[in-house]
Protein backbone atom coordinates (compact mmCIF):
# COMPACT_ATOMS: atom_id res chain seq x y z
CA UNK A 1 0.00 0.00 0.00
CA UNK A 2 0.89 3.66 -0.30
CA UNK A 3 1.72 6.30 2.24
CA UNK A 4 -1.30 7.60 2.22
CA UNK A 5 0.82 11.32 3.00
CA UNK A 6 -1.53 14.68 3.76
CA UNK A 7 -4.79 13.64 4.15
CA UNK A 8 -6.11 16.99 3.30
CA UNK A 9 -4.79 16.95 -0.41
CA UNK A 10 -6.48 14.93 -2.95
CA UNK A 11 -4.75 11.90 -3.98
CA UNK A 12 -4.80 11.51 -7.87
CA UNK A 13 -3.10 8.76 -9.64
CA UNK A 14 -2.67 9.80 -14.20
CA UNK A 15 -2.41 6.72 -15.66
CA UNK A 16 -1.05 6.64 -19.38
CA UNK A 17 0.93 4.22 -21.49
CA UNK A 18 4.29 5.37 -21.57
CA UNK A 19 6.01 8.89 -21.76
CA UNK A 20 7.02 8.32 -25.36
CA UNK A 21 7.18 11.22 -27.24
CA UNK A 22 3.68 12.43 -28.41
CA UNK A 23 0.93 15.30 -27.60
CA UNK A 24 -0.58 13.63 -24.98
CA UNK A 25 2.41 12.93 -22.91
CA UNK A 26 3.69 16.34 -23.26
CA UNK A 27 0.70 18.12 -22.50
CA UNK A 28 0.64 15.14 -19.50
CA UNK A 29 3.80 16.15 -17.82
CA UNK A 30 2.80 20.17 -19.08
CA UNK A 31 -0.32 19.61 -16.92
CA UNK A 32 1.72 17.80 -13.99
CA UNK A 33 4.24 20.64 -13.41
CA UNK A 34 1.12 23.42 -13.11
CA UNK A 35 -1.25 21.46 -11.17
CA UNK A 36 -1.52 23.16 -7.64
CA UNK A 37 0.89 20.87 -5.01
CA UNK A 38 -1.51 22.77 -1.79
CA UNK A 39 -4.17 20.82 -3.18
CA UNK A 40 -3.20 17.77 -4.86
CA UNK A 41 -0.75 14.48 -4.12
CA UNK A 42 0.31 13.66 -7.39
CA UNK A 43 0.91 10.56 -8.42
CA UNK A 44 2.18 8.60 -11.80
CA UNK A 45 1.77 5.47 -13.25
CA UNK A 46 2.98 3.96 -16.48
CA UNK A 47 1.59 0.79 -18.13
CA UNK A 48 5.33 0.42 -19.49
CA UNK A 49 7.26 2.50 -17.49
CA UNK A 50 9.21 4.10 -20.53
CA UNK A 51 9.93 7.24 -22.50
CA UNK A 52 11.62 10.41 -23.38
CA UNK A 53 9.61 12.45 -21.49
CA UNK A 54 10.20 11.10 -18.00
CA UNK A 55 13.50 13.57 -17.57
CA UNK A 56 10.57 16.13 -17.70
CA UNK A 57 9.11 14.84 -14.83
CA UNK A 58 9.42 17.19 -11.41
CA UNK A 59 10.55 15.44 -8.12
CA UNK A 60 7.29 15.84 -6.20
CA UNK A 61 5.69 13.62 -8.70
CA UNK A 62 5.26 10.27 -7.14
CA UNK A 63 5.76 7.64 -9.90
CA UNK A 64 3.91 4.35 -8.76
CA UNK A 65 6.16 1.24 -9.47
CA UNK A 66 5.26 -1.54 -11.44
CA UNK A 67 2.61 -4.33 -9.66
CA UNK A 68 4.78 -7.32 -8.44
CA UNK A 69 3.41 -10.55 -10.55
CA UNK A 70 3.56 -13.76 -8.65
CA UNK A 71 4.49 -17.19 -10.10
CA UNK A 72 0.87 -18.20 -11.14
CA UNK A 73 0.01 -14.37 -12.26
CA UNK A 74 3.69 -14.47 -14.52
CA UNK A 75 2.20 -17.85 -16.01
CA UNK A 76 -0.76 -15.95 -17.34
CA UNK A 77 1.26 -12.75 -18.42
CA UNK A 78 2.54 -15.08 -20.53
CA UNK A 79 -0.15 -16.59 -22.02
CA UNK A 80 -1.77 -13.43 -22.86
CA UNK A 81 1.20 -12.79 -24.78
CA UNK A 82 0.71 -15.64 -26.77
CA UNK A 83 -2.60 -14.87 -26.89
CA UNK A 84 -2.54 -11.60 -28.38
CA UNK A 85 -0.23 -12.80 -31.08
CA UNK A 86 -2.69 -15.05 -32.24
CA UNK A 87 -5.18 -12.82 -32.19
CA UNK A 88 -3.65 -9.97 -33.93
CA UNK A 89 -2.38 -12.71 -36.97
CA UNK A 90 -6.00 -14.26 -37.08
CA UNK A 91 -7.28 -10.64 -37.53
CA UNK A 92 -4.67 -9.27 -40.37
CA UNK A 93 -5.44 -13.44 -41.65
CA UNK A 94 -9.07 -12.12 -42.11
CA UNK A 95 -8.54 -8.21 -42.66
CA UNK A 96 -10.11 -7.24 -39.79
CA UNK A 97 -8.30 -3.93 -38.81
CA UNK A 98 -8.63 -3.29 -35.31
CA UNK A 99 -7.30 -1.11 -33.37
CA UNK A 100 -4.21 -3.00 -31.50
CA UNK A 101 -5.48 -1.74 -28.05
CA UNK A 102 -8.80 -3.30 -28.12
CA UNK A 103 -7.02 -6.73 -29.16
CA UNK A 104 -4.37 -6.60 -26.17
CA UNK A 105 -7.27 -5.82 -23.76
CA UNK A 106 -9.29 -8.59 -25.29
CA UNK A 107 -6.78 -11.15 -25.28
CA UNK A 108 -4.22 -9.42 -22.18
CA UNK A 109 -7.09 -7.45 -19.98
CA UNK A 110 -7.78 -10.40 -17.42
CA UNK A 111 -3.79 -10.57 -16.90
CA UNK A 112 -3.16 -6.98 -16.31
CA UNK A 113 -2.70 -6.06 -12.40
CA UNK A 114 -2.73 -2.23 -11.48
CA UNK A 115 -0.89 -0.64 -8.13
CA UNK A 116 -2.63 -1.11 -4.95
CA UNK A 117 -3.16 2.06 -3.11
CA UNK A 118 -5.74 4.18 -2.58
CA UNK A 119 -6.51 7.84 -4.92
CA UNK A 120 -9.52 10.05 -4.92
CA UNK A 121 -9.13 10.47 -8.62
CA UNK A 122 -7.73 7.80 -11.11
CA UNK A 123 -6.80 9.48 -14.21
CA UNK A 124 -6.64 7.92 -17.92
CA UNK A 125 -4.76 10.23 -19.77
CA UNK A 126 -5.12 8.75 -23.20
CA UNK A 127 -7.97 7.17 -25.08
CA UNK A 128 -7.94 3.32 -25.75
CA UNK A 129 -5.87 0.92 -23.63
CA UNK A 130 -5.19 2.59 -20.49
CA UNK A 131 -8.88 3.39 -20.09
CA UNK A 132 -9.86 0.20 -20.29
CA UNK A 133 -7.11 -0.32 -17.63
CA UNK A 134 -8.72 1.95 -15.59
CA UNK A 135 -12.37 1.68 -16.25
CA UNK A 136 -11.87 -2.25 -14.83
CA UNK A 137 -9.24 -2.98 -12.50
CA UNK A 138 -9.47 0.35 -10.37
CA UNK A 139 -12.01 0.56 -7.32
CA UNK A 140 -13.51 3.01 -4.76
CA UNK A 141 -12.16 6.48 -6.70
CA UNK A 142 -13.84 8.64 -9.42
CA UNK A 143 -12.41 8.02 -12.51
CA UNK A 144 -11.68 10.41 -15.87
CA UNK A 145 -10.93 9.35 -19.12
CA UNK A 146 -8.67 11.91 -21.51
CA UNK A 147 -9.18 11.57 -25.63
CA UNK A 148 -7.11 12.67 -27.10
CA UNK A 149 -7.57 12.02 -31.16
CA UNK A 150 -10.44 11.70 -33.25
CA UNK A 151 -11.72 8.10 -32.19
CA UNK A 152 -13.93 7.76 -34.98
CA UNK A 153 -11.24 8.15 -37.43
CA UNK A 154 -8.27 6.33 -36.33
CA UNK A 155 -9.74 2.23 -35.82
CA UNK A 156 -11.70 3.01 -32.76
CA UNK A 157 -14.91 0.61 -32.23
CA UNK A 158 -16.80 2.45 -30.48
CA UNK A 159 -19.38 -0.11 -29.56
CA UNK A 160 -16.42 -2.03 -27.53
CA UNK A 161 -15.47 1.64 -26.07
CA UNK A 162 -18.25 2.72 -25.05
CA UNK A 163 -18.83 -0.28 -22.62
CA UNK A 164 -15.62 1.57 -20.82
CA UNK A 165 -16.85 5.12 -20.95
CA UNK A 166 -20.16 3.43 -18.91
CA UNK A 167 -17.87 3.04 -15.80
CA UNK A 168 -16.22 6.74 -16.34
CA UNK A 169 -17.14 9.45 -14.28
CA UNK A 170 -15.85 12.39 -16.52
CA UNK A 171 -14.22 12.37 -19.92
CA UNK A 172 -12.05 14.98 -21.15
CA UNK A 173 -11.78 15.93 -24.69
CA UNK A 174 -9.24 17.91 -26.45
CA UNK A 175 -10.78 20.21 -28.58
CA UNK A 176 -14.26 21.61 -29.58
CA UNK A 177 -14.63 20.09 -32.73
CA UNK A 178 -14.11 16.45 -30.76
CA UNK A 179 -16.39 17.51 -28.16
CA UNK A 180 -19.10 17.65 -30.91
CA UNK A 181 -18.06 14.50 -32.44
CA UNK A 182 -18.61 13.24 -29.13
CA UNK A 183 -21.52 14.38 -28.64
CA UNK A 184 -22.93 13.37 -32.16
CA UNK A 185 -21.77 9.65 -31.94
CA UNK A 186 -21.75 9.00 -28.33
CA UNK A 187 -24.63 10.91 -26.84
CA UNK A 188 -25.57 8.85 -24.20
CA UNK A 189 -22.17 10.42 -22.03
CA UNK A 190 -23.31 13.95 -22.81
CA UNK A 191 -23.52 14.66 -19.06
CA UNK A 192 -20.05 13.68 -18.95
CA UNK A 193 -18.51 15.42 -21.24
CA UNK A 194 -15.70 18.30 -20.81
CA UNK A 195 -13.02 20.03 -23.42
CA UNK A 196 -10.18 20.79 -21.89
CA UNK A 197 -7.62 21.52 -24.65
CA UNK A 198 -3.97 20.00 -24.22
CA UNK A 199 -1.70 22.03 -22.20
CA UNK A 200 0.85 24.15 -23.73
CA UNK A 201 3.45 25.77 -21.52
CA UNK A 202 4.98 28.89 -23.49
CA UNK A 203 7.80 29.14 -20.81
CA UNK A 204 8.91 26.01 -21.19
CA UNK A 205 8.78 25.50 -25.13
CA UNK A 206 10.73 28.52 -25.39
CA UNK A 207 13.46 27.76 -22.85
CA UNK A 208 14.10 24.41 -24.29
CA UNK A 209 13.97 25.70 -28.21
CA UNK A 210 17.27 27.79 -27.00
CA UNK A 211 19.47 24.77 -26.52
CA UNK A 212 22.21 24.21 -28.79
CA UNK A 213 21.77 22.06 -31.73
CA UNK A 214 23.85 22.06 -34.92
CA UNK A 215 22.44 24.38 -37.82
CA UNK A 216 20.03 23.09 -40.13
CA UNK A 217 20.87 25.38 -43.02
CA UNK A 218 23.69 24.43 -45.08
CA UNK A 219 23.38 27.83 -47.33
CA UNK A 220 21.80 31.25 -47.47
CA UNK A 221 19.80 30.58 -50.29
CA UNK A 222 18.46 27.60 -48.89
CA UNK A 223 14.98 27.16 -47.24
CA UNK A 224 14.31 25.30 -44.11
CA UNK A 225 10.96 23.09 -43.14
CA UNK A 226 10.41 21.21 -40.30
CA UNK A 227 7.95 18.84 -39.53
CA UNK A 228 7.36 17.00 -36.10
CA UNK A 229 5.62 14.00 -35.22
CA UNK A 230 5.46 9.80 -35.22
CA UNK A 231 6.06 8.50 -38.05
CA UNK A 232 2.37 7.08 -38.73
CA UNK A 233 0.08 7.13 -41.50
CA UNK A 234 -2.73 9.51 -39.81
CA UNK A 235 0.62 12.44 -39.90
CA UNK A 236 0.11 12.29 -43.51
CA UNK A 237 4.35 12.19 -44.39
CA UNK A 238 3.61 10.40 -47.78
CA UNK A 239 1.73 13.69 -48.36
CA UNK A 240 4.74 15.47 -47.09
CA UNK A 241 7.31 13.58 -49.45
CA UNK A 242 4.79 14.06 -52.33
CA UNK A 243 5.11 18.21 -51.42
CA UNK A 244 8.67 17.95 -51.49
CA UNK A 245 8.66 16.42 -54.71
CA UNK A 246 6.56 19.36 -55.79
CA UNK A 247 8.87 21.79 -54.49
CA UNK A 248 11.73 20.19 -56.02
CA UNK A 249 9.96 20.02 -59.52
CA UNK A 250 9.47 23.95 -59.28
CA UNK A 251 13.06 24.31 -58.45
CA UNK A 252 13.45 25.33 -54.93
CA UNK A 253 16.18 24.81 -53.09
CA UNK A 254 15.13 23.48 -49.65
CA UNK A 255 15.98 21.04 -46.94
CA UNK A 256 13.15 19.29 -45.06
CA UNK A 257 13.63 17.83 -41.90
CA UNK A 258 11.41 14.90 -40.68
CA UNK A 259 11.58 14.77 -36.40
CA UNK A 260 10.31 11.31 -35.27
CA UNK A 261 10.07 7.61 -35.07
CA UNK A 262 7.24 5.45 -35.65
CA UNK A 263 5.95 2.23 -38.25
CA UNK A 264 6.00 4.34 -41.00
CA UNK A 265 9.56 4.43 -41.43
CA UNK A 266 10.57 2.42 -44.05
CA UNK A 267 7.69 3.23 -46.68
CA UNK A 268 8.79 7.06 -46.04
CA UNK A 269 12.26 5.78 -46.83
CA UNK A 270 11.62 3.67 -49.73
CA UNK A 271 9.08 6.97 -51.08
CA UNK A 272 11.80 9.42 -50.49
CA UNK A 273 14.30 7.33 -52.75
CA UNK A 274 11.80 6.81 -55.15
CA UNK A 275 11.35 10.69 -55.93
CA UNK A 276 14.79 11.30 -55.41
CA UNK A 277 14.75 13.23 -52.25
CA UNK A 278 17.68 11.63 -50.63
CA UNK A 279 19.41 15.10 -50.70
CA UNK A 280 16.06 17.44 -49.46
CA UNK A 281 14.68 15.16 -47.04
CA UNK A 282 15.98 14.22 -43.85
CA UNK A 283 14.95 12.32 -41.11
CA UNK A 284 15.93 13.04 -37.54
CA UNK A 285 14.32 10.23 -35.70
CA UNK A 286 12.94 11.01 -32.42
CA UNK A 287 14.41 14.12 -30.71
CA UNK A 288 13.60 14.27 -27.55
CA UNK A 289 13.88 18.05 -27.68
CA UNK A 290 12.53 18.69 -30.71
CA UNK A 291 12.13 23.16 -30.19
CA UNK A 292 16.18 23.99 -31.24
CA UNK A 293 15.00 22.15 -34.40
CA UNK A 294 11.73 23.74 -34.86
CA UNK A 295 13.25 27.36 -34.06
CA UNK A 296 15.29 27.45 -36.94
CA UNK A 297 12.52 26.61 -39.58
CA UNK A 298 11.62 28.89 -42.27
CA UNK A 299 8.06 27.57 -42.50
CA UNK A 300 6.57 24.65 -40.07
CA UNK A 301 4.95 22.08 -41.97
CA UNK A 302 1.47 20.06 -40.39
CA UNK A 303 0.43 17.32 -43.02
CA UNK A 304 -1.59 15.04 -40.42
CA UNK A 305 -4.82 13.52 -41.97
CA UNK A 306 -6.65 13.42 -38.49
CA UNK A 307 -5.97 15.18 -34.76
CA UNK A 308 -7.53 15.10 -32.11
CA UNK A 309 -6.04 18.98 -31.43
CA UNK A 310 -2.43 19.38 -32.89
CA UNK A 311 -0.03 20.08 -30.33
CA UNK A 312 2.61 20.80 -32.55
CA UNK A 313 1.19 23.22 -34.03
CA UNK A 314 0.06 25.38 -31.00
CA UNK A 315 4.03 24.67 -30.46
CA UNK A 316 5.21 25.96 -33.71
CA UNK A 317 2.60 29.15 -32.57
CA UNK A 318 4.71 29.87 -29.18
CA UNK A 319 8.31 29.55 -31.65
CA UNK A 320 6.15 32.25 -34.21
CA UNK A 321 6.94 30.19 -36.84
CA UNK A 322 5.29 30.24 -40.09
CA UNK A 323 2.52 27.46 -40.52
CA UNK A 324 1.37 25.66 -43.49
CA UNK A 325 -1.57 22.41 -42.51
CA UNK A 326 -3.73 20.32 -44.04
CA UNK A 327 -7.47 21.11 -43.66
CA UNK A 328 -7.99 18.14 -40.73
CA UNK A 329 -10.92 19.01 -38.59
CA UNK A 330 -9.80 20.62 -35.85
CA UNK A 331 -6.66 22.46 -37.28
CA UNK A 332 -9.63 25.26 -37.85
CA UNK A 333 -9.37 25.55 -33.33
CA UNK A 334 -5.62 27.03 -33.89
CA UNK A 335 -5.30 28.62 -37.77
CA UNK A 336 -7.33 30.73 -39.93
CA UNK A 337 -6.33 30.76 -43.26
CA UNK A 338 -3.80 33.70 -44.60
CA UNK A 339 -4.36 35.49 -41.25
CA UNK A 340 -2.13 32.94 -38.78
CA UNK A 341 -0.97 30.61 -41.31
CA UNK A 342 -2.17 28.40 -44.27
CA UNK A 343 -4.46 25.64 -44.63
CA UNK A 344 -4.13 23.32 -47.62
CA UNK A 345 -6.22 20.55 -49.03
CA UNK A 346 -4.84 16.95 -48.43
CA UNK A 347 -2.67 16.55 -51.43
CA UNK A 348 1.00 16.35 -51.75
CA UNK A 349 0.74 19.40 -54.63
CA UNK A 350 -1.54 21.52 -53.20
CA UNK A 351 0.56 21.27 -49.86
CA UNK A 352 3.40 22.46 -51.74
CA UNK A 353 2.39 25.14 -53.74
CA UNK A 354 1.29 26.67 -50.25
CA UNK A 355 4.80 26.09 -49.01
CA UNK A 356 5.90 27.84 -52.14
CA UNK A 357 3.18 30.84 -51.80
CA UNK A 358 4.37 31.31 -48.37
CA UNK A 359 8.43 31.57 -48.71
CA UNK A 360 8.15 33.93 -51.87
CA UNK A 361 6.02 36.23 -50.39
CA UNK A 362 7.84 38.14 -48.22
CA UNK A 363 4.80 40.32 -47.06
CA UNK A 364 2.68 37.63 -46.60
CA UNK A 365 5.17 35.79 -44.60
CA UNK A 366 5.65 38.78 -42.06
CA UNK A 367 1.92 39.03 -41.31
CA UNK A 368 1.61 35.97 -40.71
CA UNK A 369 4.59 35.71 -37.90
CA UNK A 370 3.16 38.70 -36.71
CA UNK A 371 -0.59 37.61 -35.98
CA UNK A 372 1.16 34.39 -34.24
CA UNK A 373 3.60 36.94 -32.07
CA UNK A 374 0.53 38.88 -30.71
CA UNK A 375 -0.99 35.45 -29.86
CA UNK A 376 -1.06 34.62 -26.26
CA UNK A 377 -1.32 30.81 -25.65
CA UNK A 378 -2.75 30.68 -21.85
CA UNK A 379 -3.64 26.83 -21.90
CA UNK A 380 -1.68 26.20 -19.60
CA UNK A 381 -3.54 28.78 -17.04
CA UNK A 382 -7.18 28.37 -18.31
CA UNK A 383 -7.25 24.48 -18.78
CA UNK A 384 -5.17 24.07 -15.37
CA UNK A 385 -7.71 25.85 -13.94
CA UNK A 386 -10.66 23.73 -15.77
CA UNK A 387 -8.44 20.82 -14.86
CA UNK A 388 -8.14 21.50 -10.64
CA UNK A 389 -12.39 22.74 -10.84
CA UNK A 390 -13.21 19.13 -12.14
CA UNK A 391 -11.18 17.74 -9.62
CA UNK A 392 -12.34 19.41 -6.88
CA UNK A 393 -16.51 18.52 -8.16
CA UNK A 394 -15.65 15.21 -7.82
CA UNK A 395 -14.65 14.87 -4.50
CA UNK A 396 -16.65 17.43 -3.11
Known amino acids: MLDEGDSRKIKILFAIESLGCGGAEKSLVSLLSLLDR??????LWMIHPEGA???LLSEDITVVEQPRYRAFESFLVRLSAIAYSLMRRWNHLIGKDEYWGESYYKSRGRAIKVPRGRWDIVVA?????VTYVVADKFRDCKKVGWVNADIFKTGYNIRFNARFYRKIDRICVVSDILHGLMENRLPEFSDKYLTVWDIVSPQVIRELARHPVSKLKSSSDEYVFV????LH???GYDLAVEAGHYLKRKGLKFKWYFIGEGP???SIERLIHTLDLQDEIILLGLQTNPYPYMAQADVYVQTSRHEGFCMTIAEAKILALPIVSTNFD?????????????????DGQKIGAQIMRLVHDDALRERIRNAVRKEDNTTCLTETKKVEKLFDDLTA
Do not use: P
Not at 125 to 129: A, F, K, N, R, V
Not at 227 to 230: A, D
Open 330 to 346: VVYNQIEHQKNGLIAEM
Open 125 to 129: YHQGL
Open 53 to 55: FKY
Open 264 to 266: ERK
Open 38 to 43: QKYDLY
Open 233 to 235: AIK
Open 227 to 230: TTGR
